[in-house]
């Protein structure tokens, strides 16, 4: 596979020269700790359905990593092929990226709730020479489904099944024979290993709207943005990670894969997110640290109060996709008693923002935080101009973290010569440079001419007593362009009306022209795995009933 990442050289010589890009790679840094801790429990994952518990070291880890790219390499991997791997939190997603990167390969992260339409798509996108998946998760059968697909992608060479039950089961072709102990073995191992701006990860953005697009990333881009994320949250080596977000995600795959072997940290991996067993893993494994998106807390902080099962070793909880309610994060921090971080980022350059350790919580539901070491960011007017402080426009970023482009898709990189990348976000800076997201640029509703704040008013929709979930969304008006409908998931045994949450927003003081013209209930909220709601079919919902009617 060629890779297009058109935006990586242009910027290496100052990357370089400003110590933002470390020239290092995840072998290096497996490498290190292999050597400086070999007996250190790196990575703890737990299997939910089985109740299996499996443990590496850093010795261990190591080892499996050289064994199962030995095994990569027989099936015909080679240096820059895509890998496609469709695994929830277990093990084997680790040492599948760990492989790869020991022989340049490259590696596809897959939602493992993607289906055949999605699946196809980025089969054939990425080419990918082999595919992982499980035989079967959470009843679905994955084994037959992309079976089924094989024949649609003349490139895929290899399906490889995890917990297999024939020849091609990840255990006969991978991770069972001692491929490291061979003859060749460290020739194939020492021959491939690829460069610090060699692409390592191609992760498909999550489709809050559109095409997914492939995201490009070398180690490079990866470290510049894990290393100041990590010392911005103080952690280190003695700090254990909880990893219940996916893998197949960024939040996932930069914090609870490479993150802790950048830091020599240990690592929980938690593959179905249920709080009660979230919450013993924190207090089994001792916990310090988690990033997940606001459902995650939600669940953690509603099931410690009900439980009366503290959590004292958790020292900070980072939340982000979405924002954060203020109600949320005062009876967090109550019933926690941990830091509860907000934050801001994308597929494309990792986080972004992120507020201080020592910033008041208000900040924390009030802002998405402040820029990372080697980040830029401004807001643009509509007259192509940076606008004054707390006004909003579009967000454009500048950061050593920025991704190489989009795979086959250079027309849509959306960066200019001077490296700013617009996002496709609104957001406003405060005089204080912290940064607040408004919404998408195809989120925004305009009434009469008038944008209606929509995080604002979803903000405030969710301190009603009845609310557990909303979405301001847009529906056509002939008279007025765009009105606004609230789409609200109520409470168990609440209910709401229009006029009942018309009256709420007047008693809050919000002007008439924000105040939403329709109210949606339902019973869930079409969402990404990280809680992102897609608006994009929250809309297209409207405009079925609105033609209905």
């Given at each position: 596979m060629e890779?297009?990442a058109?935006l990586?050289?242009p910027?290496r ?7 933002w890009w470390?020239d290092?790679t ?12 070999p007996d250190?429990v ?6 939910t359905?089985t109740g299996?518990?499996t443990?590496?070291?850093y010795g261990?880890?190591a080892?499996m990593?050289d ?7 027989r ?9 496609a791997c469709?695994?929830?939190n277990?093990w084997?997603?680790?040492?599948v990226?760990?492989a790869?990167?020991?022989?340049g390969?490259v590696?596809?992260p897959?939602?493992?709730?993607f289906?055949?339409h999605e699946?196809?798509?980025m089969l ?8 992982i998946?499980?035989?079967?998760f ?5 084994e037959?489904?992309?079976r089924?697909?094989?024949?649609q992608?003349?490139a895929?060479q290899?399906?490889?099944?995890v ?7 990840f255990e006969t072709l991978?991770s069972g024979p001692a491929w ?8 194939i191992?020492r021959?491939?290993r690829p460069g610090?701006?060699?692409?390592t990860?191609l992760i498909y953005?999550?489709?809050?709207t559109?095409?997914p697009k492939?995201v490009?990333?070398?180690?490079n881009?990866?470290f ?6 990590a ?7 003695q700090?254990v ?11 996932g795959f930069m ?10 940290a ?6 179905i997110?249920e709080?009660r ?6 207090q089994?494994?001792q ?7 606001t459902?995650?807390?939600t ?5 410690v109060?009900a439980?009366?099962?503290p ?11 979405a924002?954060i ?7 967090a ?5 941990s ?9 494309e350059?990792?986080a ?8 008041p919580?208000?900040r924390?539901?009030s802002?998405d935080g402040l820029p ?6 401004r807001?643009?007017?509509t007259?192509g101009?940076p ?5 909003a426009g579009e967000l454009h970023?500048?950061s050593c973290?920025?991704?190489?482009g ?11 010569a001077?490296?700013w990348?617009?996002t496709?976000?609104l ?13 998408r640029?195809k989120?925004?509703i ?6 209606i704040?929509?995080v604002e008013?979803?903000n405030?929709l969710?301190?009603?007593?009845a609310v557990q979930q ?13 009105r606004?409908c609230?789409?609200v998931v109520?409470?168990p ?6 006029p009942g949450?018309?009256a709420?927003?007047?008693?809050h003081?919000?002007?008439m022209?924000?105040?939403p013209?329709r ?6 909220m ?5 809680g992102?709601f897609?608006k994009?079919?929250l809309?297209?919902l409207?405009?079925a009933?609105l033609?209905a009617?």
């Open positions: 890779f297009d058109v990586l050289p910027r010589a100052r990357m370089i020269a400003q110590g470390l290092r995840i072998n290096d840094e497996l490498d290190a700790c292999a050597a400086a801790c250190k790196a990575l703890t994952a737990c299997r359905e299996e518990v443990r590496f070291t261990e880890l080892r990593a064994r199962i790219a030995v095994g990569l390499h099936l015909g991997v080679r240096r820059q092929d895509v890998v469709q695994l929830p277990w084997q997603f680790t040492l990226y760990l790869c990167s020991r022989i390969a590696m596809n897959l939602m493992h709730i289906r055949e699946l196809g798509f054939r996108h990425g080419e990918a020479k082999v595919m998946a499980p035989r079967v959470r009843g679905f059968d994955h037959a489904m992309v089924g697909l094989q024949s992608l003349p895929l290899q399906l490889v099944i917990d297999g039950q024939g020849p091609d089961s991978l490291e102990e061979a003859p060749d073995a460290r020739d191992l021959a491939s610090p701006d060699d692409i990860q953005t999550s489709g809050t559109g095409e492939g490009m990333h070398s180690a881009t990866t510049s943005n894990i290393v100041p994320y010392q911005r949250l103080d952690l280190d080596a700090d990670v909880l990893m219940a977000s996916p893998m197949a995600h960024q939040t914090y609870g894969l490479m993150m802790p072997i950048l830091l020599k240990s690592v929980v991996l938690q593959d997110w709080a067993q979230g919450i013993a893993l924190i089994r494994e916990v310090s640290f988690t990033m997940a998106s459902p995650f807390l669940d953690l902080t509603n099931t109060a439980q009366g099962t959590v004292p070793s958790l020292k900070t909880f980072l939340c982000a996709g924002p309610p203020s109600a949320l994060v005062e009876q921090r109550a019933v926690l008693g830091k509860i971080v907000s934050a801001w980022g994308m597929s350059n990792g972004v923002t992120l507020i201080r350790l020592d910033d919580d208000e924390a539901f802002t990372l070491p080697g980040v830029e960011i807001v643009m007017g007259d101009q606008a004054p402080a707390g006004v970023v500048r973290s920025n991704f190489g989009y795979l086959k898709r250079p027309q849509w990189n959306h960066t200019d001077e490296g990348f617009d496709g976000d957001a406003r800076i405060d005089a204080q440079g912290y940064l607040r997201i408004t919404g640029s989120d925004v305009i009434r009469g001419g008038e944008n704040p929509v008013i979803e405030l969710y301190r009603h007593p909303v979405a301001l969304v847009a529906y056509p008006d002939e008279r007025l362009g765009e606004a609230a789409v109520c409470k045994g609440r209910s709401l009306d229009l949450l018309v709420y927003l007047k008693g003081k919000v002007a022209q924000y105040l013209e109210l949606e209930l339902l019973d869930a079409p969402a990404t795995p990280t992102k897609q994009f079919k809309r297209d409207l405009k009933k033609a009617s």
